[in-house]
Nanobody, 135 residues
Framework: QLQLVESGGGLVQPAGSLRLSCVASGFTLDSYAIGWFRQAPGQERAGVSCISRSGGGTNYADSVKGRFTISRDNAETTVYLQLNSPKPEDTAVYYC????????????????????????????WGQGTQVTVSS
């Protein structure tokens, strides 16, 4: 059974830091691009960041550039999202998701929360972890 499990969420103060983890079970991540998405109450799910299957390509939403960092470990079982200097507007449920990626697109990732974009479709989702930014 293919599963993604997020952890690391919680309450964090503005200007603090938090690291989210996304662990795969039932499969390895080396053939997948991984995305982090978030959904705040009353809002659509939106892309935060993604990392290509090789780790050589990353993308960030404009709102988090320079503050969040995505990475993946060498064993290809865990992907991280480091949240630095979070803001109250970063409060949301954070989800990780996996999109099967061809070797030709090994350095590419696309943040698409719904459907298929440029050949990327996030078919496997975790259950989410709550991040609350508040003083």
């Amino acid at each position: 059974q293919l599963q993604l499990v997020e952890s690391g969420g919680g309450l964090v103060q503005p200007a603090g830091s938090l690291r989210l983890s996304c662990v795969a079970s039932g499969f390895t991540l080396d053939s997948y691009a991984i995305g982090w998405f978030r959904q705040a109450p009353g809002q659509e799910r939106a892309g935060v960041s993604c990392i290509s299957r090789s780790g050589g390509g990353t993308n960030y939403a404009d709102s988090v550039k320079g503050r969040f960092t995505i990475s993946r470990d060498n064993a290809e079982t865990t992907v991280y999202l480091q949240l630095n200097s979070p803001k109250p507007e970063d409060t949301a449920v954070y989800y990780c998701a996996a999109a099967k990626s061809s070797i030709e697109l090994r350095d590419v990732c696309v943040m698409t929360a719904y459907g298929i974009t440029a050949g990327f479709a996030y078919d496997f989702w975790g259950q989410g972890t709550q991040v609350t930014v508040s003083s």
